[in-house]
C-alpha cells in the first residue's frame, strides 16, 4: 500500500518519459512510412519498433536507476521520504517497481504506432511479443539496478572508487579465466550457463546492495558507498565461487565428450 | 492590547516578567478597567510573537497578585478592585522611570522646570485617555 | 497524557560525527522535554546538519546516539516518523508534485491526519494547490512543509531553519504558526535558526553548537540573566583583574570606548565603585550568539 504510494510519487515526476516514449513511436512510423527504398514495411516496423523498443526501455532503466537515490541525496531531497512513516524496505521496492515498470511501458507506448497503425499486429505472435517484453524487463531490471549502484558508488567521490574498480576487474579476470577453462575444456554450453550463473547472481547481489543503501547508508552518501562496495564485492567472489564450482564439476564430470571433440581429426 | 503592552526580548528582564509588569502598569494607569476581558493566551502569545508559555507565567503571577482573575471556563479578567503597587514596587519602577527621564532631559539642555512641566503634561494627557480622574 | 511523557521528547546522548579525520561532531548531549521549545543555534559548519541527521535517523553516527520519544531513532525511524513532524532546511518534496498531490500523499501515509486543520492552515497561508511544488515561492514552500509536518499532529515537531531566505511576512506566518500549535497542543519544537530575534521570544531552551561542539545548552531566561555587557568610557578600561570575578568571555575596545561581555556573578556591582562611565547592560539573544561564537558577518541569513 505504501510502496504503491511511493511508486506513483515516482511515476508523477517523470511522466514525460510516456510522451518521449509516445512522440518516438510516432516518428518511427512515419519514417518507415516515407522510407524510398521501399521494401516489407511490416518487417521495417518490426525491426525498428522491437530495436527501438529494447534501446530506450533500457535506456530509461538505466537513468531512472542512475538517479532515482543518487539525485535525490545530492539535491537533499532524499529526506522528504525518509522524514515519512515509510520502511526502507518500501522506499527501494517502490522506487525499483517504478523504474522498471517506466521503463517497460514507455517502451511499449514507442512500439504501439508502427505495431497497430503499421499493421504489424495482424502476424505479430504472442510468443514473440512476451520474449521481448521479458527481455525488456530482464534487461532493464539488471541495468536499473547496476546504474543505482555505480551511480552511488561515483557520486559519492571517496577513495573506495579505487576498490570498486579493482572489484570489478578482479571480477572481469576471474570470468574470463572461469570462460575460458570451460573452453579449454570444450564446454561451450556450460560457458554459457556459467555467464548466466553470474549474472543471477550478480544481479541478486545488485539488488541487495541497492537495499542497503537505502536501508543502512540513508541519507550518507559515504556510508551507503561503503555498503553497496562492501555487499558488491561480496556478490561477487561468491558469484565466482559458485561459477569456479560449476565448472569444476562440469570438467570433471564430464571429460569424456570435450575430449572426443579435440580429438576428431582434422575435415581439409 | 500590542499598542498598549510592548515587550522586547533583548531585555534584560524576562518577557514574562515584562508581561507581568506591562499589565499591571496598564491596569495602574487604567488602561485596562476593572472587571474588563484579557485576551486568551493564545491571542496575547501571538500578538505579542512570545511563547503561550510565557503569557501563562505572566497570567499566573498576576492571578497571584489579584491583579487578574480567572473566571472559569469563561476567560481571566481583571480584578475587580486590583491591588496597588506595594510601595517598595512602586519606588523601584518610579525610580527606573524618573533615572531615564532624567538622563533625556538632561542630554537635551532641559532644567528641572522644564522637565517638571513636561511630566505634568504627559501625566495629564495619559489620565485623561485612560479617563480615570 | 500518555505514557511517552515519561522521556524526554529528545535524548541526545554523547553524538559524535567523523567524517574521515574530520571531526564533525563532537560528543554532544542534550535533552528537549516535553512541551519545550528547544532552538539549536550555529554558524555554518558547525556540525548542526550532522546534528538534525542523526536526530532524524537519516545517518548513522560515528559514536553515541539520539532518542525521540523513548525510542532510538537510528532503529525505529519509521514508526516514529508517525508521531514526528519534520520541515527540512532545503524544500525538499518533489518538484513535479503540487500540493494537493503531496497532501494526498503525506496523509495517505499516516492513520490520522487532521482534515480541518489542515484546510484552515492552507487558508491561511493562501498556498496555490494546484501549480507544482517547484514553482512555488521560498515561503509557500515552507509553509506548506510547515503544513505536511503538521497534518498528523505531531508529538515533536523538528524545524531545520524553516524560516531560511523567507521575507519578513512570510517568517512571520512561520512563526504566527507555530505559536499557535504551541497554545493549542503543546507540542515539543526543536529548531535550529539563524534568525535569533526571531526565536527569541520563542525558545525556552537554547543550544550553541560550535566548531562540532556543544558550547553551551540552558535555559534562555537563566542564560541571559548570566551574561551582561559592561561598557566603559574611552580611555578608562577596567582592568583584567577587575573583571576576571565576572568571567569575561569577550573584551573590546574601540574609538568609543570598550566593552567586555561577562558571563558570572553580578557585573552591577562594579558601579558602586567611582566609575559613572560604566554600563551594564542586558544582552539579546544575538549578541550573546556573537559574544560566544565570534565574528559577526556569518550571523546573519
Not at chain 1, 539535491?75 to 521503463?103: C, D, H, Y
Not at chain 3, 574521515?20 to 522535554?33: K, W, Y
Not at chain 3, 499532529?153 to 499557535?180: C, H, K, S
Amino acid at each position: 500500500m505504501t510502496t504503491l504510494a511511493v511508486f506513483r510519487r515516482e511515476w508523477i515526476g517523470r511522466r514525460n518519459v510516456f510522451l518521449l516514449g509516445l512522440a518516438m513511436g510516432f516518428i518511427q512510423l512515419i519514417a518507415i512510412r516515407f522510407d524510398p527504398d521501399g521494401g516489407s514495411v511490416h518487417d521495417k516496423a518490426a525491426f525498428m519498433a522491437m530495436g527501438t523498443g529494447t534501446l530506450f526501455a533500457w535506456v530509461v532503466a538505466a537513468l531512472f536507476g542512475a538517479t532515482m537515490v543518487g539525485r535525490d541525496l545530492e539535491e537533499r531531497r532524499f529526506s522528504f521520504l525518509l522524514n515519512q512513516p515509510l520502511q526502507t524496505g518500501e522506499i527501494f521496492a517502490g522506487k525499483v517497481a517504478a523504474g522498471i515498470s517506466l521503463a517497460v511501458l514507455s517502451a511499449i507506448l514507442l512500439c504501439l504506432p508502427p505495431v497497430l497503425l503499421g499493421g504489424l499486429w495482424r502476424q505479430l505472435p504472442l510468443k514473440e511479443v512476451s520474449r521481448i517484453v521479458g527481455l525488456w524487463l530482464a534487461g532493464g531490471t539488471v541495468l536499473l539496478l547496476l546504474f543505482h549502484a555505480v551511480s552511488i558508488q561515483v557520486r559519492s567521490r571517496s577513495s573506495w572508487l579505487v576498490l570498486d574498480l579493482a572489484t570489478w576487474a578482479g571480477f572481469a579476470w576471474g570470468a574470463r579465466l572461469l570462460s575460458r577453462r570451460l573452453i579449454g575444456g570444450g564446454a561451450f554450453e556450460e560457458m554459457l550457463q556459467l555467464w548466466l550463473v553470474l549474472l543471477v547472481v550478480v544481479t541478486l547481489g545488485l539488488a541487495v546492495a541497492g537495499y542497503l543503501q537505502v536501508a543502512e547508508g540513508r541519507a550518507d552518501l559515504h556510508r551507503s558507498h561503503r555498503w553497496v562496495s562492501v555487499t558488491l564485492a561480496t556478490s561477487l567472489g561468491l558469484a565466482l565461487l559458485i561459477g569456479w564450482v560449476q565448472a569444476t564439476w562440469v570438467l570433471g564430470h564430464r571429460p569424456a565428450a570435450p575430449r572426443t571433440l579435440t580429438a576428431s581429426p582434422r575435415i581439409r | 492590547m500590542k499598542a498598549l503592552l510592548q515587550v522586547d526580548p533583548a531585555e534584560a528582564a524576562p518577557l514574562w516578567r515584562q508581561i507581568e509588569e506591562g499589565v499591571r502598569r496598564l491596569v495602574a494607569s487604567g488602561g485596562l478597567a476593572a472587571g474588563a476581558l484579557m485576551p486568551s493566551v493564545r491571542d496575547l502569545a501571538r500578538e505579542l510573537g512570545v511563547n503561550p508559555n510565557t503569557v501563562v507565567k505572566a497570567y499566573q503571577h498576576l492571578v497571584e497578585a489579584g491583579v487578574l482573575a480567572v473566571r472559569r471556563g469563561d476567560g481571566t479578567y481583571v480584578a475587580d478592585a486590583p491591588p496597588a503597587f506595594r510601595a517598595s514596587e512602586r519606588a523601584a519602577l518610579l525610580r527606573e522611570g524618573a533615572l531615564r527621564f532624567a538622563a533625556t532631559a538632561l542630554t537635551t539642555g532641559s532644567d528641572l522646570p522644564e522637565a517638571t512641566t513636561f511630566l505634568a503634561a504627559a501625566w495629564k494627557s495619559i489620565t485623561r485617555k485612560g479617563g480615570k480622574s | 497524557m500518555t505514557s511517552h511523557q515519561a522521556f524526554p521528547a529528545v535524548d541526545c546522548r554523547n553524538l559524535s560525527v567523523r567524517y574521515g579525520r574530520i571531526q564533525a561532531l563532537d560528543q554532544a548531549s542534550f535533552t528537549v522535554e516535553p512541551g519545550q521549545v528547544y532552538a539549536l543555534l550555529g554558524r555554518n559548519g558547525s556540525g548542526k546538519t550532522s546534528l538534525v541527521r542523526c536526530l532524524l535517523g537519516h545517518q548513522k553516527p560515528f559514536a553515541g546516539g539520539v532518542d525521540l520519544l523513548g525510542q532510538d531513532v537510528w532503529s525505529r525511524r519509521t514508526e516514529l516518523m508517525r508521531r514526528v513532524g519534520v520541515v527540512a532546511e532545503e524544500p525538499d518534496a518533489p518538484p513535479a508534485m503540487t500540493p494537493r498531490q503531496l497532501l494526498r500523499f503525506c496523509a495517505g501515509l499516516h492513520s490520522r491526519w487532521d482534515v480541518a486543520g489542515t484546510d484552515a492552515r492552507l487558508t491561511r497561508f493562501r498556498v496555490p494547490l494546484d501549480v507544482p511544488f517547484g514553482k512555488l515561492s521560498r515561503g509557500q514552500k515552507a509553509q506548506l512543509a510547515l503544513t505536511l509536518a503538521l497534518g498528523p499532529g505531531p508529538e515533536l515537531l523538528v524545524l531545520d531553519d524553516p524560516t531560511l531566505g523567507l521575507d519578513p511576512v512570510a517568517r512571520r506566518e512561520v512563526y504566527d504558526e507555530l505559536l499557535r500549535e504551541l497554545a493549542d497542543r503543546g507540542t515539543t519544537i526543536f529548531i535550529t535558526t539563524h534568525d535569533l530575534a526571531g526565536i527569541e521570544g520563542i525558545a525556552d531552551r537554547v543550544g550553541i553548537l560550535h566548531g562540532g561542539r556543544l558550547l553551551l545548552d540552558g535555559s534562555l531566561e537563566e542564560l541571559k540573566a548570566r551574561h551582561r555587557r559592561v561598557s566603559w568610557a574611552p580611555f578608562r578600561a577596567l582592568r583584567p583583574e577587575e573583571l576576571a570575578p565576572y568571567a569575561p568571555l569577550r573584551v573590546r575596545e574601540g574609538g568609543l570606548g570598550g566593552e567586555a561581555v561577562v558571563s558570572q556573578g553580578d557585573p552591577t556591582r562594579l558601579l558602586d565603585g567611582d566609575r559613572p562611565d560604566l554600563q551594564v547592560q542586558a544582552l539579546s539573544l544575538e549578541e550573546l550568539f556573537v559574544a560566544l561564537v565570534g565574528a559577526e558577518s556569518e550571523v546573519a541569513s
